[in-house]
């Protein structure tokens, strides 16, 4: 699945939609985790992250994890300085108005899979 | 120069989650029983027993009133004040943004508002063990605005730590002092700690009277005070804050 397979599949919201993506680049798997510490220790290069964690240092475990995006579920959203971060660190930035429970369902039923899979 | 004990991270039974005999009275007998000099009164998002434990403690210790605000991120972040009247006032603040008590949650643990004795005088109708609407920042800027000092709370914690939940301290983030909880764990993650630059102090996060003192900061300085609190974590003057 690509980052636009996956934005069109679960409709969400671009809070980066100026940002140029490498539009065929295959997402490697998904976490998802509102501990940063968790998140940081097992999310996987290329994939994606789903968290309600909105604070600045989701973009730091980002940019340390390799991250292809980031999925803000529940309708949370970052403040600007966090989404004007990402697009300087060219993580794309997601949001859902459903719950965790519910992306990440969608995720997997998509073919996505957690690193330990 | 004085070499004095502080435990400046303790519950009274005003934390749904301490136990019920944290009272003024008792704590402060418990504290100069363990040969501490200076203590610091932390409740969770409430800083309501502060004052009660000052009068109990008389000459015999020097009692910071303090909070321990549970953030946003659902990080613990402690506030010191220089005196009661500002913690009140920045529980004050941190309390409105928290949802009322149910019957529920009133079964995890009373909110006891206490007097100098030790009487229950009142309940909390806030829930003190939610998060507050403050996110990391604002929790530290509004500390500041009433004086306080931020400390991020027990950082070696596997729940409810600015590290645990947040990966590592926030460059940015404003904190005056780093808490920790012995042991310290890695070694990794003690040098870690190290490079953030900022002071680091122990203590016991004491819910019972038994764990006041387990851990806590060797402190020297002239005398047990707010001000002689601020030189030690800043190195200033001959005071310092050791781990002894």
Known sequence: MTLNDMAKALSLDSLTPT??????????????????????ANAPSDGVLVTVQVHMNVLAVAVHTELAAVIFASGRTPERA??????????????????????????????????HA | ?????????????????????????????AAVRKGLAMIGICDHNSARNAAAVQEAAGKDLAVLAGIEITTAEEAHVLGLFPDAEAALATGDQVRTTLPETTAASRKFGEQLV????????????????????????????????????PIAAHVN????????????????????????????GSTARANELASAGLPIIASSDSHFLSDIGSCRV???????????????????????CCHA
């Open chain 1, 19 to 40: 940002l140029q993506l490498d539009a065929s680049a295959e997402l490697s798997g998904g976490y998802v985790s509102d501990l940063l510490s968790d998140a940081l």
């Open chain 1, 82 to 115: 966090v989404i004007e971060k990402a697009i300087e660190e060219r993580i794309p930035l997601y949001r859902s108005n459903e719950s965790a429970f519910d992306v990440v369902g969608k995720l997997y039923a998509k073919g996505l899979r957690g690193p």
């Open chain 2, 1 to 29: 120069m004085k070499r004095l004990l502080a435990d400046l991270h303790i519950h009274t039974a005003l934390s749904p989650c301490a136990a019920k005999d944290m009272t003024p009275p008792a704590l402060v007998q």
């Open chain 2, 114 to 149: 206490m007097n100098t004795q030790g009487e229950v005088v009142g309940r909390e109708p806030r829930m003190l063990s939610a998060a507050s609407a403050y996110s990391l920042s604002e929790a530290v800027r509004l500390i500041k605005q009433h004086k306080g000092i």
């Open chain 2, 157 to 184: 914690r596997p729940s409810f730590s600015v590290i645990s939940q947040l990966g590592f301290l926030p460059a940015d983030a404003g904190f005056e002092a780093i808490e920790v909880f012995a042991p310290m």
């Open chain 2, 218 to 240: 060797v402190l020297e300085i002239a005398a047990p005070t707010f001000a002689e609190l601020i030189l030690a974590l800043n190195g200033q003057r001959g005071r310092r």
